[in-house]
């Protein structure tokens, strides 16, 4: 399912068609009942059919071919979702329907509806949309050899790397700021960032020369947290609940050069993370990303054993069963980008995937940003013809759901195959939704991941 820039250029449009995008409103795969659930979107809705089993079967209402975000539905769906056991949506507005569905279901149907929010306890790990960039942790210099006693250890700066806040920093023999609440049988990744006495960052890692560390304090409670080093970053893993302490460690070849105990940091661990997901600022697209996936599937799992509580334990195996092929996903794309040529790929579209390109380390150049539905300028052409030129980049992406007509490419990516050094154009999708091809074939979220996506990007990437 490519176009080539020899059907472009020869017909003026894309030689091969995603499937009549009009579809019905009601899943693709499976009828439902009202005694059955609704799910917000496509993701949503193969998730919770994977958890749910033949226990409750949930609908899809957006129309095959589009996506949930911009969607609007008819009059009937809020009295036909208030018929059902459960529905699942993100509290986010970029899917307002859904957040004006649940509105009224709380106003009018209180207590008859079970309303899963897929993005509860998602604060942490979420992409502020004013640019991810600025939450970056600095690059390492991996071309300097750092001296121990040059290390800055008076002041260095500490982050939550779910999201890559920084959360304060060390100074001298105190703290500003403090690590986050620590859920029982989760976990908090932290990492440090040490320079030198020329402000270079000192690379971190097990196979580095320093690395960073954290132990419990003298005296402090054992039983509440647990830290697993990793080098680089540490995870403080919530046991049970209480308060302890902490101290963090900067290490030389394995020997302790220097560590805050000076001023232990006090950690709570919590039951649970008083959290109500995204917000107006934040990007919502976590459903791309399969390790935060595996997190929205645990939260249905826990939802849809409060709706059905005798089947919880159904639901829990489910839910296991389905996250061991998320985690499959997510070996696939770490392979995919450590054999790739190189780390960027233009992308035609507005960029639905900041968080695989966080975690798996590569950029997607994109006209648009994260903006839905605007519209690349002439200067945005120009500047994605001289990243493909300057990159050798033979294949572009672009999003099969925002193709004007069924059988074109996006008018961005004609023009790119027609005036850049690209050949080839790949669909990428955000899984967002399905075509009817896609639904035919019985294809859900992981095999639009692995059917679609992940060899779309080892041709843009160049994947050795």
Excluded at 241 to 257: C, K, P
């Amino acid at each position: 399912m490519n176009f080539t820039r020899r059907s472009v250029l020869k017909t003026g449009a894309g030689a091969v068609t995603l499937g009549t995008l009009a579809g019905c409103l009601s899943d693709p795969f499976a009828d439902s009942s009202g005694e059955g659930g609704y799910a917000a979107f496509f993701a949503l809705w193969d998730w919770a059919n994977h958890v749910a089993g033949d226990e409750i079967d949930f609908e899809n209402p957006v129309d095959t071919g589009e996506m949930g975000h911009g969607w609007e539905p008819d009059g009937n769906l809020a009295p036909e979702i208030a018929s059902s056991k459960v529905f699942i949506y993100l509290d986010t507005p970029e899917f307002s329907w859904a957040q004006e569905i649940v509105a009224d279901l709380e106003r009018d149907y209180e207590d008859e509806v079970t309303v899963i929010d897929g993005l509860e306890g998602m604060g942490p790990y979420l992409i502020p949309f004013d640019g991810s960039e600025d939450d970056s942790l600095p690059e390492p210099d991996d071309d300097h050899d750092f001296d121990p006693d040059d290390i800055s250890r008076d002041v260095f700066d500490f982050y939550d790397l779910r999201s890559n806040d920084q959360l304060g920093y060390w100074h001298i023999d105190h703290w500003h700021g403090g690590v986050p609440d620590v859920p029982v049988d989760d976990n908090v990744p932290i990492g440090a960032v040490f320079t030198d006495s020329q402000e270079r960052v000192v690379p971190l890692g097990p196979n580095e020369a320093f690395q960073f560390d954290a132990r419990l304090a003298e005296g402090a409670a054992e039983d509440v947290l647990e830290i697993e080093s990793h080098g680089d970053s540490v995870a403080l893993i919530g046991r049970e609940e209480g308060e302890t302490e902490i101290v963090f460690e900067l290490r030389h070849e394995g020997d302790l050069v220097y560590d805050t105990d000076a001023a232990p940091m006090s950690v709570d661990v919590v039951e649970e993370i008083d959290d109500d997901g995204a917000g107006p600022g934040h990007d919502p697209h976590v459903w791309v990303d399969p390790v935060l996936a595996q997190r929205v599937v645990d939260t249905i799992a826990d939802g849809l054993a409060e709706v059905d509580p005798d089947n919880a334990e159904l639901f829990a195996e489910n839910a296991e069963a389905y996250k061991e092929r998320l985690a499959d996903v997510d070996q696939q794309f770490e392979e995919l980008t450590e054999n790739a040529e190189r780390d960027v790929a233009v992308f035609v579209a507005h960029d639905s995937f900041q968080y695989i390109e966080r975690r798996y380390d590569f950029e997607l150049h994109t006209p648009v940003g994260v903006t839905p539905d605007a519209e690349a300028s002439p200067n945005d052409i120009a500047d994605m013809i001289e990243i493909v030129d300057e990159h050798d980049i033979d294949t572009i992406l672009y999003d099969p759901f925002e193709t004007p007509h069924e059988d074109r490419l996006p008018n961005a990516a004609q023009m790119l195959l027609e005036n850049s050094s690209a050949t080839d154009a790949e669909p990428l999708t955000p899984a967002e939704g399905t075509i009817h091809e896609w639904a035919d074939k019985g294809w859900g979220w992981v095999e639009q991941m692995e059917e679609v996506n992940i060899p779309a990007l080892e041709k843009a990437l160049g994947s050795d």
